[in-house]
């Protein structure tokens, strides 16, 4: 199942499964328990993000050639950092380049989305799929230059701005993606095609991460993981490609759809 988060002509927040021929019927109850999807038509006025994530864990270097890009040695167990929720961005939500805080090194990066379905703890890789609600795309905007210089060395300032966590457009239940490290993921910037491979070149796969971030910690019900970015970023083009003001970023990924965000400058 396809299921989107929307805001109703009347103001309502729901979810809604999408049908085969592109409309949605509102889904009633909690999607984190029981639900149905009734026969009702959902009248979307706007996408939202598919989840409010009760938290964002992020992996960096996950992919073997993007860790070369980047000119890091493969990692012996999976880097962690963390976004807050001010960073979520919904579909067709413009990415926000800092100026008051001023980046001029933005950068895209396509990832897969994991959403944890049920409170799970101390997870083996065998069971741990057993956990997942479902799967989005999202782009963990980075930039780079309070990354990597200015941090003070460490990731979270460069990764925490706000809107630096688009997701969308829709969570794929597992039913329709029995193995997601099989999925080819790309970035599309302004018509251009500018990453372009496959989510089996994670060093760490999807159960592995369940396993490493649930080891002596709770991962809640709505925790998104955003599990690592092939190579093709912005920062190691020649010369690099930063985001501006006015361009298009569209995350694609197999089986899961499109998620496309304008990017302008903060008002500041």
């Not at 009248?43 to 993000?49: G, I």
């Not at 040695?73 to 979520?88: A, H, I």
């Not at 688009?166 to 910037?189: F, H, K, M, Q």
Request: proline share 7%; aromatic share 6%.
């Amino acid at each position: 199942m396809k299921i989107l988060r929307y805001l109703s002509t009347s103001g309502e927040t729901r979810h809604a499964a999408q049908q085969p021929d592109g409309s949605a019927r509102v889904i009633e109850g909690d999607i984190f328990g029981e639900h149905r999807v009734t026969e009702t038509v959902a009248d979307v006025a706007q996408l939202l993000a598919p989840v409010v994530p009760s938290s964002i864990l992020c992996i960096g270097l996950n992919y073997r050639r993007h860790a070369a890009e980047s000119g890091a040695k493969p990692p012996e167990r999976p880097v962690l950092f963390v976004k807050g929720n001010n960073t979520l961005q919904h579909p067709g939500g413009p990415i926000l380049l800092p100026r008051h805080l001023r980046s001029d090194e933005v950068d895209y990066e396509c990832e897969l989305a994991v959403v944890i379905g049920r409170a799970c703890k101390n997870v083996s890789r065998e069971n741990a799929l057993d956990y997942v609600l479902g799967y989005t795309c999202a782009n963990d905007v980075s930039a780079r230059d309070w990354q990597i210089k200015m941090g003070g060395g460490q990731w979270c300032r460069g990764k925490f701005f706000d809107t630096f966590a688009p997701l969308g457009p829709v969570l794929v239940t597992p039913d329709e993606i029995p193995n997601p490290n099989a999925l080819g993921i790309r970035t599309i910037l302004n018509g251009e095609t500018m990453q372009d491979w496959n989510t089996s070149d994670m060093i760490f796969d999807v159960p592995a991460l369940i396993e490493f971030l649930s080891g002596s910690t709770t991962l809640l019900p709505g925790t998104v993981i955003l599990t690592g970015t092939p190579h093709g970023v912005g920062m190691a083009q020649k010369p690099p490609r930063w985001l501006r003001a006015g361009d298009s970023v569209t995350i694609e990924i197999e089986g899961i759809g499109a998620l496309t965000n304008p990017v302008e400058e903060e008002k500041t």
